[in-house]
């Protein structure tokens, strides 16, 4: 989960902010 606020997912921004994920690396264990 990604999130432009930094309270989650109350979204405390303003209209039109744009978040840009620049690396993203997934760990998965079987």
Do not use: M, R
């Amino acid at each position: 989960v990604f999130t432009s606020s930094k309270y989650g997912a109350y979204f405390a921004g303003s209209v039109g902010s744009t978040l840009c994920i620049d690396k993203v690396e997934i760990v998965c264990e079987k």
